[in-house]
């Protein structure tokens, strides 16, 4: 079955650092990958997504590739703030099992930014 | 524009009870979801309703079960409670049609088990 691996947490950086964080996935057909995030006390929101191979997803600062041939979708920030401290969840939607709303989520991992 | 709005935030139940969630979705969302978010396990689907069919059930037990309204508003029932079903289950929605997995989601229910 379909499955969203990440890296493991928490991650704590300092203002104005450089951020990674890594995402891999298996599936049987052609997923759409999202990230989406959780800031404290909030419900989850979609940050950015891409439906096919090469794509870029991008927001506030953030970017992810669709990296068919590694099968990952990282994602990036040059120079991350205190506000973007929250819980970060990869996740992926089958096309072909034609099921529009069912994503398959990672564990999600928390990142604090330190002012 | 209004967001999902689930009720109740939070609630406290004893093992054998059993618990109604409601969600209503955004204004002309058509498609409800709802997901169990526990430490252990993460974010699991639980099932998909549109238009008053439920389209798509995830791996959980018979217990669990949901209906949606003529109004898109959704409820989600757990019957004989137990400790395991702890958890902040959230409800999501989306136009569905052409837009792939971009789920607006709410901010959960809370539920305690003792």
């Known amino acids: 079955g379909d499955s969203v691996t990440q890296m493991e947490g928490p991650v704590t950086l300092s203002e104005e650092a450089f951020l990674t964080i890594n995402c891999t996935y298996t599936a049987t057909g052609y997923p759409s990958l999202f990230w989406y995030v959780q800031y404290p006390g909030e419900g989850l929101q979609l940050l950015l997504k891409?439906?096919?191979?090469?794509d870029k997803g991008s927001n506030k600062g953030f970017e992810a590739t669709y990296r068919k041939e590694t099968t990952s979708f990282h994602l990036e920030k040059g120079s991350v703030q205190v506000s973007d401290s929250a819980v970060y969840f990869c996740?992926?939607?089958?096309?072909?099992?034609?099921?529009?709303?069912?994503?398959?989520f990672g564990k999600g991992i928390t990142l604090s930014v330190r002012p | 524009k209004a967001g999902v709005t689930q009720t109740p935030r939070y609630l406290i139940k004893t093992r054998g009870q059993q618990v109604t969630l409601s969600c209503s979705p955004i204004?002309?969302?058509?498609?409800v979801s709802w997901y169990q978010q526990t430490p252990g396990q993460g974010l699991q689907f639980l099932f998909e309703?549109?238009?008053?069919?439920?389209?798509n059930k995830g791996n959980f037990p018979g217990r669990f079960s949901g209906r949606q309204f003529s109004n898109s508003r959704s409820e989600m029932n757990v019957s004989t409670l137990e400790l395991g079903d702890s958890a902040l289950y959230l409800c999501?929605?989306?136009?569905?049609?052409?837009?792939?997995?971009?789920?607006?989601f709410g901010e959960g229910s809370r539920l305690t088990v003792l």
């Open positions: 999501a929605s989306s136009l569905v049609a052409g837009i792939t997995g971009e789920l607006f």
């Open positions: 891409a439906t096919k191979a090469d």
């Open positions: 204004s002309g969302h058509r498609s």
């Open positions: 996740a992926l939607s089958d096309q072909d099992a034609g099921a529009n709303s069912k994503l398959t």
């Open positions: 309703y549109f238009s008053e069919t439920q389209r």
